[in-house]
């Protein structure tokens, strides 16, 4: 008897330890399921995933009234229909003003370490409030957009809804829409199914290109990993070669061997994201192909890694074929809102 009773209590404690895990766990929203290929999105703890905040972001996302003159959105220069990226080598903002460098993907940003082509902004929180102010890209200021959203009634109740207040802030404003870039996620490329096991995933072209990336050329020392970016900076050459050439990283950091150092950008989707390089100078992966099979571009500060590759035609028509292998799954459902809030 005394027997029984003691298996029942152990049984009721071991039972009582997920129970009491799935409890602690419950408060936390599920957070959506990333495509084949990537890892799992690490939610930062100040600002964890929810759908309500996720779907706040999106509208702010495509909102033109963030900017100063309500012509200008996030998606008009990292637009979904042409790669999250403008595919223009520089944007254009407020005012029909042009900026001085190529608007990168939204792409698999969650995944990034550091934001902006010199690594200026430590997260996309971060990132998301400094294009509501810059005067030629949305043209506002922050203390005028948040009255301007909250003036807007439909916009005060999400608030409420997501982060329990009408009085939100720039902060606000800016996890929403870092909450809604983490979802923006490009996996299940042929190239993941065929690592997957799926043999015929990829083309027979695109098997020798990836054996050219991996192996002869060697893209994978710094395009490496899901994302097939390390997210460390090099200095390949580009643009330095004219007359003020642009400082890259060093701007950031001071340090002088990484003057011209860019960060290392993802491979997905990269066959809609053209014009390439943060100065936009390469119009195709063809001209990308051939300026890393020349070395790069001369420089006090070229990375070592950057010498010629000595690749036949066939090796360089095989690696754009595999580069486009790197196109999938996993945003198309994201759609531009059909109205914003009133
Ligand atoms: C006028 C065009 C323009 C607008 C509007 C714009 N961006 Fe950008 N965005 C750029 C350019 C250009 C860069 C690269 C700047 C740099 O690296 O110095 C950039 C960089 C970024 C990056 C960094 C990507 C990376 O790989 O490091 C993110 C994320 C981003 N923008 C998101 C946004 C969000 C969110 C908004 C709206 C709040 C926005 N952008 C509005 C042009 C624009
Ligand atoms: C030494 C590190 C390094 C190696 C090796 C390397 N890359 Fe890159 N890649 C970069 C960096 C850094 C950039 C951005 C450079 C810039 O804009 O100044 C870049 C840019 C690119 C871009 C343009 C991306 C965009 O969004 O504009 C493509 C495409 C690309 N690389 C493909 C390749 C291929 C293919 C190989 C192999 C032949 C390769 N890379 C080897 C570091 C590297």
């Given at each position: 008897m005394i027997a029984r009773k003691s298996l029942w209590i152990g049984i009721a404690a071991v039972a009582a330890v997920p129970v009491l895990f799935l409890h602690a766990q419950a408060p936390k929203a599920a957070v959506p399921a990333v495509p084949r290929g990537l890892t799992a999105v690490l939610w930062p703890r100040d600002n964890p995933y929810s759908a309500g905040k996720a779907e706040l972001g999106r509208l702010l996302y495509f909102d033109?009234?963030?900017?100063g003159d309500d012509t200008v959105a996030c998606a008009s220069c990292h637009d979904p229909k042409r790669g999250y990226t403008d595919q223009a080598a520089v944007s254009t903002g407020i005012r029909g003003q042009k900026g001085g460098i190529s608007a990168p993907t939204v792409f698999n940003r969650a995944y990034g370490l550091l934001q902006f082509w010199d690594g200026r902004a430590a997260s996309l929180e971060d990132q998301a409030k400094g294009p509501i102010q810059n005067p030629i890209e949305m043209g506002n200021t922050h203390e005028a957009c948040v009255t301007k959203l909250r003036g807007i009634a439909g916009y005060r109740t999400r608030f409420k809804q997501v982060?329990?207040?009408?009085?939100?802030t720039i902060d606000h404003i800016a996890k929403a829409i870092a909450t809604f870039e983490r979802t923006v996620l490009s996996g299940d490329a042929p190239y993941d199914r065929y690592k997957a096991?799926?043999?015929?995933?990829?083309n027979a072209q695109q098997v020798r290109g990836m054996n050219v990336y991996f192996n002869?050329?060697?893209?994978?020392?710094?395009?490496?990993?899901p994302n097939f970016t390390l997210n460390a900076f090099h200095n390949l050459g580009v643009g330095q070669d004219k007359a003020e050439p642009d400082p890259g990283r060093f701007a950031v950091t001071k340090n002088p061997a990484e003057f011209g150092a860019f960060k290392t950008p993802t491979l997905r989707e990269i066959e809609h994201t053209a014009p390439y390089m943060h100065d936009g100078s390469l119009r195709t992966l063809e001209e990308v192909v051939e300026f890393y099979d020349k070395g790069g571009i001369k420089n006090?500060?070229?990375?070592?890694?950057?010498?010629?590759?000595?690749?036949t035609d066939a090796d360089k028509a095989d690696l754009v074929a595999f580069m486009k292998a790197l196109s999938g799954r996993g945003?198309?459902?994201?759609t531009e809102p059909k109205e914003f809030p009133r």
């Open positions: 033109k009234r963030l900017s982060f329990g207040t009408e009085e939100f096991g799926l043999k015929t995933a990829m002869k050329a060697k893209c994978d020392k710094c395009h490496e990993g006090k500060n070229l990375d070592e890694e950057m010498k010629p590759l000595k690749l945003w198309q459902h994201i």
